[in-house]
């Protein structure tokens, strides 16, 4: 018998596109049986579409054939990325500049060129070294179309090109610029002329020198002073903060920004409704909302250096801080956290662009010491900034507490549209510095799960530790410094637990017999808490309360999704490299399978108290199968779905000694009870059939108890009505001809001659 599988080698497909040196494309067609014909027939595309872009313009065919392969090269680029070498990537930007500035061109072909430009331009790093480009025709075209008479072609679709554009224009250029906008600053013209002019013309990104001679040091003043006197106008709150914050970030050393923070973070703790100018009204300007995220950018990009903005965001936080307690919350809560996640976007921006990504920021590390000068040697060509203006460990450890205990407060938010956006930003914070995150968090954890008149408080816990448990598990880094939690909480859950708990027996004090070190002494990081963790989601698995039930077994599928449920102690025998935290912990993972069957028995449980509900009236029989008050609500679908995913966690992730005994006791379950509520009945039974897909050799042993189950239901009269039925005489036969002590799993086909075709019939064998 051939086989149906295909193996792919996806290495010899990558190294066979790396050597062709192409940009930044997809390949994830590497994956694909037949890579080498699609590489062909995507080679034969572009070829076409090249050609035909040549064609038509020396032709001078416009409409359809130009316009039609504009339009093919755009879906080629967003669907395959730049395929093509460095040399076309340039040919073509600036062909389609061309094509784009034509005089009296075909406004649809202009649309179209526009397009196609923004996608090859975006997420290139080209520069006017690479393409130099003439502005003037491309400012004459865009100001016609959105201030002159050019009124059949749509200036709002030549924004983004136009922008994007700005990066081939010669650095010396910048003067002839400012002078054609500064025209635009006078009562003939609108405020919004000039703005909107001046954010997609002016050059931002060049050297400090070049900005010194004919760059920022032309225009900043003025930009500036209009953003500090103009507050009403919408164009210069929106967009002015990410022009200072591009020019900020990219030549840090430019100017002192010192002076320009008192502006900002006044205008951001505006923006958030903060405002505590007494006699003032909140005014709905431009500085509400929507310039969050360029004030955010602002921040971020100031952050760090000798003219970092780190104090004034400490201070600006403090005031902040008290305004997200959960008894403050009201219409600003939810301005702060737009604000908090476009802080933490930006930051998590920066910190991939100087320590992730290949292409990464550039760096001059003239003036630094040997060690960071080895650090950033692979990649010298591309620097400029100097290393002091980087973020460094300190700094970001510095932000993480200033923004954290607002963060924390905001955990506890009752707005439904906000409910899920501070456990993420915590996951990011921890993500950034673990060891300062993670214990004020446990603070948080804690004392909510023990929390008995709160359960909101719990709710909104559980949902950020949903976020936050796969960090927790991966928390094995020993250079980390953490912080130390002002009630030692392993302590305390060793001290509660009941002596009648399974997990009595594998206590700490208990497991450190086996060891020649106290168990407590060595748990040094946080992945220890996940089996603390678990005991108490267990626990908080109550029917009466779905939504809290809902939560804690999601945390609970996840944690068995990350860890596997099985015992580890026996690797202390066989592996002599590990440290005395990992010893301590394969001795604690003894809890794991204990664990799991305490999970199981809670979840079964919950079935048991849906079995019987009340009835609807006297007439009906109290939990009567087909009594109305059994059908599925919205809670009990929920509650269904999270079940069977962790039924699921737990059957695909044990060994086969955990599995066959979690197995077997729901077979017991099943026998040992009957349900008349049709909900708890599909409950079980989607359980059995999750159960069952992850661990098949159950199945047999779950049929052999409904054939035996058949036979006491199914009548004879019932019998001869589905012996009627084509294929269905076979079945109801065998349930009743074969005694107790066949097994299903016995059944042997055998073929049988009916009017020339061979059937097979299941008939019980000779055993």
Request: aromatic share 10%.
């Amino acid at each position: 018998m051939v086989s149906s599988y295909v193996v792919v080698d996806s290495a010899v497909g990558v190294k066979r596109e790396v050597n062709r040196k192409f940009g930044r494309h997809e390949k994830h067609s590497v994956l694909l049986p037949y890579h080498e014909e699609l590489t062909c027939e995507l080679d034969a595309r572009f070829d076409h579409i090249k050609h035909g872009l040549v064609t038509a313009v020396l032709v001078n065919e416009q409409r359809p054939a130009l316009r039609n392969f504009v339009f093919a090269l755009k879906t080629f680029v967003s669907t395959y990325g730049f395929r093509f070498s460095k040399e076309e990537h340039i040919q073509l930007i600036h062909l389609l500049y061309l094509i784009l500035v034509r005089k009296d061109q075909w406004p649809d072909i202009v649309n179209y060129a526009a397009k196609a430009i923004e996608d090859l331009v975006n997420k290139s790093y080209f520069t006017y070294e690479d393409l130099t480009l003439e502005w003037e025709p491309l400012y004459n075209l865009y100001y016609g179309a959105n201030y002159g008479k050019l009124e059949e072609i749509d200036g709002k679709n030549l924004r983004n090109a136009v922008f994007r554009l700005k990066r081939f224009y010669r650095p010396s250029d910048t003067p002839k610029i400012w002078n054609r906008i500064q025209v635009h600053l006078s009562p003939r013209y609108s405020t919004k002329e000039f703005c909107d002019l001046a954010l997609l013309f002016l050059p931002v990104k060049m050297t400090t020198e070049e900005h010194k001679k004919y760059g920022a040091a032309l225009w900043f003043d003025t930009m500036w002073k209009m953003y500090e006197i103009v507050e009403m106008g919408n164009k210069w709150g929106e967009e002015l903060p990410n022009l200072f914050a591009t020019l900020a970030y990219n030549n840090p050393d430019f100017m002192d920004w010192t002076p320009l923070y008192d502006a900002v973070f006044t205008r951001a703790i505006r923006a958030m409704g903060l405002s505590i100018r007494e006699g003032k009204a909140a005014t709905s300007d431009s500085t509400n909302t929507v310039c969050l995220g360029g004030l955010a950018r602002m921040i971020v990009a100031t952050l760090g250096g000798p003219y970092g903005c780190q104090r004034n965001l400490e201070r600006m936080m403090q005031l902040v801080e008290p305004f997200m307690h959960p008894s403050n919350e009201s219409s600003h809560t939810l301005l702060v956290l737009v604000f908090l996640q476009n802080v933490l976007q930006e930051l998590v921006n920066r910190y991939k662009e100087e320590r992730i990504k290949a292409h990464k920021r550039q760096v001059d590390f003239s003036d630094c010491v040997p060690i960071n000068r080895q650090v950033f040697s692979d990649y010298h060509h591309l620097l400029h900034v100097s290393v002091k203006f980087y973020l460094t460990d300190s700094d970001i450890e510095k932000f993480v507490d200033a923004v954290l205990q607002s963060l924390l407060y905001s955990l506890y938010t009752k707005d439904g549209t906000a409910s899920k956006a501070p456990g993420r930003l915590v996951m990011i914070l921890g993500s950034l510095c673990p060891g300062r995150v993670f214990p004020r968090f446990f603070e948080h954890a804690y004392p909510a799960i023990f929390a008995v008149d709160e359960p909101h408080r719990l709710t909104q816990t559980l949902d950020c530790l949903f976020e936050v448990v796969f960090l927790i598990g991966n928390d094995s880094d020993p250079t980390i410094r953490r912080l130390n939690m002002e009630k030692d909480w392993i302590n305390e859950m060793e001290e509660i637990r009941s002596p009648t708990s399974p997990i009595a027996r594998y206590s700490l004090e208990a497991l450190s017999h086996s060891l020649e070190f106290n168990i407590k002494d060595k748990l040094t990081s946080f992945r220890c808490h996940l089996f603390y963790f678990l005991e108490m989601l267990i626990e908080g698995i109550d029917i009466n309360d779905v939504a809290k039930a809902n939560i804690a077994i999601h945390n609970l599928t996840l944690i068995f999704f990350i860890v596997p449920i099985l015992d580890y102690s026996d690797c202390i025998k066989y592996h002599n490299d590990l440290t005395d935290e990992e010893k301590a912990l394969c001795m604690m993972s003894m809890r794991l399978p204990v664990l799991a069957e305490m999970a199981l028995d809670k979840m079964l449980g919950i079935i048991e108290s849906l079995a019987v509900t009340a009835p609807k009236d006297s007439s009906n029989i109290i939990g009567g199968f087909k009594d109305a008050a059994t059908k599925e609500g919205s809670e009990e679908k929920i509650l269904k779905k999270a079940i069977d995913r962790c039924v699921a966690a737990i059957f695909k992730n044990a060994n086969d000694v955990v599995t066959a005994k979690l197995g077997r006791k729901m077979l017991d379950f099943v026998k040992t009870n009957q349900f008349e509520s049709s909900l708890a009945t599909d409950m079980i039974a989607s359980m059995m059939a999750f159960m069952t897909y992850e661990l098949p050799s159950f199945w047999v042993l779950f049929a052999e108890h409904v054939l035996r189950k058949l036979k006491m239901v199914l009548t004879q009269t019932l019998e001869k009505h589905i012996a009627q039925r084509p294929g269905a005489g076979t079945l109801t036969r065998h349930i009743f001809e074969t005694d107790d002590n066949d097994k299903v799993g016995e059944l042997t086909p055998q073929p049988n001659e009916t009017n020339g075709i061979k059937e097979k019939k299941m008939v019980p064998s000779s055993k």
